[in-house]
């Protein structure tokens, strides 16, 4: 239906006949002839009609923004002066010859060239929503990575195999989607959380090497970031160390960011193990663009007798560590009541501080609350440990590690966006020697950092239950920016080290068998040494389209209570439908339903 | 940890040392010496263990078939006369020097080289099924296939983007899976049976040319060659016509077959209405490697006496026909029997047939028991239109032409394929010219043949609903060798047309809104006029490897009644996550769970 997309039509089209198939960006009257700017998903390009086409003339007349026409003309240079260089098809215009209105268009519910249009209009409309440049730059961004994603793993031997999507319910921290079955009533599918079993049967069934990229779901309560749908770049390999896997995986981003962004990552990216990225930044994803550090003041604080930092100090999982803010000795009051807010948000319970205004008058120099409290020397060590100099800020947490972890970690993010310090570029790093083993405070009881298929780097078995705090993983994340980019770990392939690692999780043998069954079962018939790893679609395109949300890179999300307000789902179904799934709804449920 | 996968040790590396990691396919013992086949995804290789090397001897005398090793030896010329041109690596084998057991495997549930296992048995234990060489060939096949397609697409300009999994509940034939919302109580999300509406609206968006690969789900009593979870190839392109869809499909599975298969299949592929498939082999997706076909008979009975004819041709549906089967005349009586039987499951009431014995004998040349209700001239009209010969049989069907269409259509392929008549290679046919509706006897109401959003041919709205029956649909199928690999439509993109179609199939404009409202109000907002289609890629996979059924070229499969035998799912859930998603299981329902 048509010859060219509007960017094809330059000066080289001069003289020729055209036909576009395209929308009505805008329509202008001007001197008694119609210009209509035609816009389709590549370009943008001009229209001049004259009225002595009287038929095309109508139809230009009838146009409206966003209708769409097909127009069949002549190329022809632009009059002198008028020419657009921001278009490559700037220098010319189309003289019509015949417009034939091929759909028409309701005023919009919003402009589409307007900044700040609310999201849930842009949601309900998505498919306007969709028509701006950016959005659509967004989502043919996202091919062009998965498609360099899928040639770099194709070329490195890797099976491109779909696991299923109606499969079962295993417990790996959040909570399942369940679709009940009619086949079997009373029982459920889980929409997977990931395909991670089904991996590790593929490399027991030797398949050798694995990749898919895969929608994955969670019902979880939804983050800024978050979504209850989605899509991960699912790899795993047999017979590998952690360092084949990284091997194989940051060649595949380092070529990706060369590829679709024409930008260098370092080679190679560095590697961090979880113990110091904590110590350093409190953080296990630290945005290393950020200079800001935390400075350990632990072991000092165990000597002094101001009680806040010394109860912090002397408590078995606390710390006390300050964070060093160059040139913070201007903030104001305000400001740091704001900071102290914030860092509230984590738990901690006030934001001491020691501004560093004239270091050569010792303890005089500094201006704090809590410099009484503190002696002189111990009050030096803190200066020399931090490099503090004349016009920084030292921001102070003392509490459970956790906490102090948490709000400096957050913290400095926080003022180092605030205060401009974080630098442009990419700054990519591998994260290392994780717990096998976090506290899960309010279930008591320990549950997997990773998850409970990942392999304990020591093999001396006993000690997963007699110490189950100072157990390392063989995991590993890549950080890229502050951002989890992928995660990953070698796994567990021997039975009896599956289930120790169950036991240390509370899972006893009876539950292991009831929900694990065909692991543990695949693990004694010749299971291969294998690990791998997952990056986040999503998150990654995101970040390499430099939007702020993940939602800006999905084509139809959900909104943060997982409705779609596009279609208007969930939505309410026949009862005839839940008694075929032998299902119905509590007493009261559905009552006052209301739509997303 | 290893050098070389086991079919890339060959002559080259005569004299070098290479690192395997692979199963133990067998062990023999001969001679003093071990011998260990070892199989990896690429291949096998033959490894010799030497009594002079005691630890690697020990390790050997302590493998088991299956059992996952390490072996580093050095590569040698095998002695002449033992060499095994079957293999790549068949000139050579390894000596070992190492052998390190990385993990051990117990007695396997079943053979892997044995032919007839238990599908069942195979299922539960998928990952030592997967093993076998066809079933990794079927699984590599199916992802040259998607890499193939890919390719072709993106390089088609079509645009890669991911639509929602948890969506919105839409009539489309097939009964939905549900999943309770969480967030909204007593409301459901409903997992698509296609894509269709949202590529539909990135049309809308002016997204020009979109594909996915992507699952989509239906809730049916399956069948041989049905699945639950089942993949789509999917297409959707803005301002075309059939013939441009044809365009852009034709050509990718052309190249497919050219490049996968290395087959050359027709260039054009032929075309055939859904009226003239229907007359000349009782289906809308006939086997043109069959030669067998149909002969139109109504309007010849329509002057008989014989009432089991003459009744059927003249109903208004009625349909009289008749198969003519070459060499068919020395079929024995019981296999005649057999034929009725297998007709009766079409609901065909009987099945006369007209042995043609001699010819040139006239009507008692023939054998039948319907001879004698049918005048001579008849008969010999029967003879002529059908091209009998000495020694063919003819079968009849008269009934309604639904019923005689299925009942000779699936005699047909089962007579071809019984009679060895059925050629090899591929005979691919597009089938054009759908009606717009079909009949639901059970719910008397017309329905959509291909989906509601399917444009008519006519521009005559008005007869939409005057005259539904013959209503034709730009709707278009894609048949290979008796097997609908993939259908499409150009789109309804005006409203009006819509709402005509939905008052057509008794949907009023309230349901319209209520289901559709979205559609609508999108296609007011300048909808391009669109069309697409969609393949099925396990059937083309099952197709392309020679599979008897889908099941073999999926990785993890459920059962007929929608089971997973590896997993055990569905299965029970805590009630705790029932009452999160405020519903419960019907009294008596889940009394008696029985897991797949």
Redesign the interface.
Known sequence: ??SHYCHQVTEQQIGESVTL?A?VQRRRDHGGVIFLDL???EGLVQVVVDPDRPAAFASAEDCRS???V?VVGKVRARPAGTENPQLPSGKVEILAEEIEI?????A?PFPLDEEGIGENLRLQ???????RPQM?HN??L??QI??HV?NYL?AAGC???????????TPEGA?????????????????PQSPQ??KQ??M?????RYYQIT?C?R?EDLRADRQ??F?QIDIEL????EK?VMALAEPMIRGLFRDVLQTELPDPFPHMTYGEAMQRFGVDRPDLRNPLELTELTDLMRSVEFKVFRAAADAPHGRVACLRVPGGASLSRAQIDGYTEFVAIYGAKGLAWIKVNDLASGASGLQSPIVKFLPEPVLQEILQRSGAEDGDILFFGADRAKIVNEALGNLRNRVGTDLGLVQAGWKPVWITDFPMFEFDEKEERWSSTHHPFTAPQSTDLATLRTDPEHALARAYDLVLNGNEIGGGSIRI??EEVQKEVFAALGIGPEEAQDKF??LL??L??????HGGMAFGLDRLVMLMSGSDTIRDV???P?TQ????L????????ADR??????????PG???G????
């Open positions: 239906m048509r198939c929308w816009r389709d998903r966003e209708f769409v097909r091929l759909s028409r268009a309701d919009l409309y998505r498919y306007l929503d969709l028509r659509l989502l043919r996202r091919h998965t498609r899928r194709d099976i491109d195999v779909e696991t299923p999507v109606l499969t079962r319910s909570r399942d989607y369940l679709v009940p079955s009619r086949t079997y009533p009373g029982e459920f599918f889980a929409l079993l089904f049967l593929l027991v069934a030797g398949f050798d929608k779901f019902d209850p749908e899509t047999s017979f590998v160390e084949d392939h021997r069954a065909f079962d695949a004694r018939f010749g299971a291969p040494p999905i084509a139809f959900k209570k997982a409705g779609c596009l279609t208007a789902a969930p939505s309410p179904v439908q839940l008694q075929e799934l032998g299902i119905r709804l509590r449920v559905g009552d339903l209301q739509n997303p």
